[in-house]
């Protein structure tokens, strides 16, 4: 690969030239911009991590740039990674400026799942210099036999969006990807951006390797944190998670710029504030939008043209709109509840100031009390420094598959040779060759259960020991098939004419009868008819009618959030303003139980009219409570065996039966004690029930079993039966098959969040538990009594319920 040291004439002269550009925009290239440049010029792979806004772009691309100045060639010389479709799109209108600005013969093109037909034979045919894509297409690229000849002139790689890929098996997928290119190019550079990260050399090196370099802006973008405070006289809610109360001042906010982005955690909660903002929308309707991941593209698209050109004066979004697309119309950015992490706090208030030097800002909109005390947390962590790290995936077993099937494809493959090369990940760095192998009998023979059926035996190894795919069936389905983005089953939403909507989950729409109205991409729809896995809707004639839930969408609150909130729920002299209108609240909470200490554990006992509740506060997220909750009703029942039930959220659990047996501070002690935790859980949660459930996934991953062709999806019931049937068969006559283990493993670390659940218990050992029997739900309580109450009772019944306690909760308060 031809280099030009960066200290020559020819380099700087080629620099100037991009100096000269930034000038031309008002601009001066920052510290760390040059940085970047030298260091590709040096040959350096690394990480470039910014604040949101500061030009991590044009750092990571000055480098090529220069480089394809001083050795002009044709072929792909720059690979442009992407997490999302919509960033690619932005991404390739961005770096084609700078390519026509420095008057580079290079040719951009975009290579995601929405690309057209003419892009890709444009790409078949070599025609492209750099390419935009995602870690999926570049996993299909891989799979043809020539990958080699295609990557022959590649001289880099540059991943956006890191800290968004590393701790999912898209970021292992990509990684295994960067293997082989490193195999085919040895000198190959590698890069990645990040601008919220809290183990950025763990990252950097995941990436980049051992030799990689840290490169980052000196200057810090300032970001405001502002509340939407009770009035005098206002009480917010103790609990909830709509916030709808809260309508009127979003809306002032809102029309006081001249475009806002309200996020909100879910997307079901995102429908239905668009429903509630459309209610009083005093504007044209067609100037307020919604934008999640499960409406279709072409509306996304058009959402986010809209923000572009500033047509659009509000927009409802979820995560989607997380990352790091540009939108400089963006005046006002609004979150719905807690942001239940530091590091989106920061990305989501990153949507508006995103040009160099310009702060960003965000008003947060509590929907309960407590939230209060999550916006100042956030607030004191940001002002730290204390943003999550995302640590990379270990091992996994069905993207090894993946990836190796898709080698096989790519020109076939040596054993040893191929677990040397997945060795250089970080992901696979400690895999034992007897994973490895399993794995690769899988592949050749489905396993031992399996092994009487031809249509599991994909790979075929030569006379030459090459493992190759002979099979074209196989080489089809597993291209059609490539990635690791797994969604429960789901119903295309399009109209009667024929305009596609989105996507909702099968479950939502098999409680629907023709002529039922729900809501969904901002619009009222009735159901007309559902025909091989399409809901045909028409128009509804009112804005009345149910929203979609989708599986897994609430966050968890994350580790440095929870325990920063513990600091500020105790500290008693907190001068922030949310905690000075929580003052009420929390001084109820001292007189009628205890307010927990950072080092403390809190367990209260109450008796309601529904029997008795146990109520325990560990801080550590809603996963972590789950399971733990579920522990604690088993290792109860071992002692007084009875019907238990249990609730959790963010902050604590709660158990509950008729009569709870005696328990005091030791029995608490017992109950949670760190030994034979993982044992309980497999007791606990009938671990193999949600195994099952999650070996669908991995199966798909691992090419077990096809998802379907394009427009012919297998409904989610063919799945579950396909995968439970296989799961059933494997437990039985191959129980050391190596996506059983996978399945379960997922479980724990995924659904039950394991390694916090084990933290949660070894901190209690360690620190000291309070114990207290109160009268009537506390604060804390409320909230898990909520969250019990609402999967047993009907939803008019819940309400009023839950209207009848708060009142009287706050009565006693008062006296």
Not at 119 to 144: F, H, I, K, M, N
Not at 153 to 173: F, P, Y
Not at 784 to 792: I, Q
Request: with cysteine.
């Amino acid at each position: 690969m031809p280099t030009t040291s960066t200290t020559s004439a020819a380099w700087r002269r080629a620099e100037a030239r991009l100096r000269n550009w930034f000038a031309a925009l008002g601009r001066k290239p920052a510290p760390f911009q040059r940085a970047a440049w030298k260091a590709w010029g040096d040959g350096r792979n690394g990480l470039i991590h910014a604040p949101t806004g500061t030009g991590k772009t044009l750092a990571a691309v000055g480098g090529p740039l220069i480089d394809g100045l001083l050795h002009p060639a044709k072929g792909l010389q720059l690979l442009w990674i992407t997490p999302l479709r919509s960033l690619a799109t932005d991404t390739t209108g961005h770096l084609t400026a700078a390519v026509e600005a420095m008057e580079l013969p290079w040719r951009v093109l975009r290579r995601t799942g929405d690309s057209s037909s003419a892009e890709r034979a444009r790409l078949r045919r070599g025609d492209c210099e750099l390419l935009v894509t995602t870690p999926e297409s570049l996993a299909l690229l891989l799979s043809y036999p020539d990958t080699a000849a295609r990557f022959a002139n590649l001289r880099g790689v540059v991943v956006d969006e890191w800290h968004e890929l590393i701790a999912s098996k898209r970021g292992t997928l990509l990684q295994l990807g960067l293997a082989r290119l490193r195999t085919l190019r040895p000198e190959l550079r590698v890069w990645g951006l990040s601008a919220t990260l809290g183990n950025l050399h763990e990252a950097m090196h995941t990436l980049a390797g051992d030799g990689g370099v840290l490169i980052g802006s000196a200057a810090r973008k300032r970001t405001r944190i502002d509340t939407a405070l009770p009035g005098p006289g206002e009480r917010f809610p103790w609990a909830g998670h709509l916030g709808l109360s809260q309508l009127g001042r979003v809306v002032q906010a809102v029309l006081g710029v001249r475009t806002a982005l309200v996020f909100a955690n879910t997307r079901s909660q995102a429908e239905l504030w668009h429903e509630a903002l459309a209610a009083v929308w005093p504007e044209p309707p067609e100037t307020l939008a919604v934008h999640h991941g499960s409406i279709d593209p072409k509306l996304r698209l058009a959402t986010e043209e809209g923000l572009r050109t500033g047509t659009l004066r509000c927009v409802v979004a979820t995560s989607s709109l997380d990352l790091g697309v540009d939108f400089s119309t963006v005046d006002r950015v609004i979150q719905i509840g807690s942001p239940k992490g530091v590091a989106r706090l920061l990305q989501r208030a990153g949507r508006s100031g995103h040009a160099p030097g310009v702060p960003s800002s965000i008003l947060c909109v509590p929907t309960h009390l407590l939230e209060l005390a999550e916006i100042a947390a956030a607030r004191r962590a940001l002002a730290a420094g204390q943003l999550e790290p995302r640590h990379p995936l270990r091992g996994c077993l069905d993207v090894l598959a993946q990836h190796l099937l898709t080698r096989a494809l790519g020109g076939g493959f040596q054993v040893d040779q191929a677990y040397a090369e997945v060795g250089t990940t970080r992901a696979y760095a400690q895999l034992p060759r007897a994973q490895f192998d399993a794995v690769l009998h899988y592949l050749e023979h489905g396993g031992t259960a399996l092994a009487g059926y031809p249509e599991y035996h994909k790979l075929v190894r030569d006379e030459d020991g090459i493992c190759r795919v002979e099979s074209r069936r196989v080489a089809r389905l597993h291209r059609l098939s490539i990635g690791t983005i797994t969604a429960d089953g789901s119903v295309q939403v399009r109209y009667l004419k024929g305009a596609r909507l989105g996507a909702v989950e099968e479950s939502f729409i098999a409680r629907l009868r023709p002529g039922d109205r729900f809501l969904f991409a901002g619009r009222p729809l009735a159901l007309v008819r559902v025909r091989d896995m399409t809901a045909y809707v028409r128009q509804a004639s009112n804005r009345q009618g149910g929203v979609p839930r989708w599986m897994g969408g609430r966050l968890p609150l994350s580790g440095e959030l929870s325990a920063e909130l513990r600091r500020v729920l105790a500290d008693a002299d907190a001068s922030e303003a949310e905690m000075k209108a929580l003052r009420p609240l929390l001084a109820i909470q001292r007189a009628q139980s205890h307010l927990p200490q950072a080092n403390e554990l809190l367990v209260e006992r109450a008796h309601t009219r529904e029997g008795d509740y146990l109520f325990v506060y560990p801080f550590a997220g809603r996963l972590a409570h789950e399971g733990l909750a579920a522990v604690i009703a088993y290792r109860l029942a071992q002692r007084a065996p009875a019907d238990y039930g249990y609730a959790a959220n963010d902050y604590g659990l709660a158990i509950t039966a008729r009569k709870l047996p005696p328990v005091d501070a030791q029995t608490m002690r017992e109950l949670l004690h760190p030994w034979g935790l993982r044992r309980d859980i497999r007791a606990s949660v009938n671990l193999a029930e949600l195994a099952r459930r999650q070996f669908r996934e991995v199966a798909r991953v691992a090419g077990l079993v096809f998802n379907g062709y394009p427009g012919q999806d297998k409904t989610l019931r063919q799945l579950q039966v396909s995968s439970g049937l296989l799961f059933d068969v494997l437990r039985q006559h191959d129980p050391a098959h190596p996506l059983l283990w996978q399945a379960e493993r997922d479980v724990l670390d995924q659904q039950l969040d394991y390694p916090r659940l084990r933290d949660a218990l070894l901190q209690a050992a360690r620190g000291v538990l309070r114990y207290v029997e109160t009268p009537r739900l506390t604060p804390l309580a409320f909230p898990l009594w909520v969250e019990r109450l609402r999967g047993g009772v009907h939803a008019d019944d819940w309400k009023s319920r839950v209207e009848r306690m708060l009142a009287q909760l706050e009565k006693a308060a008062d006296r």
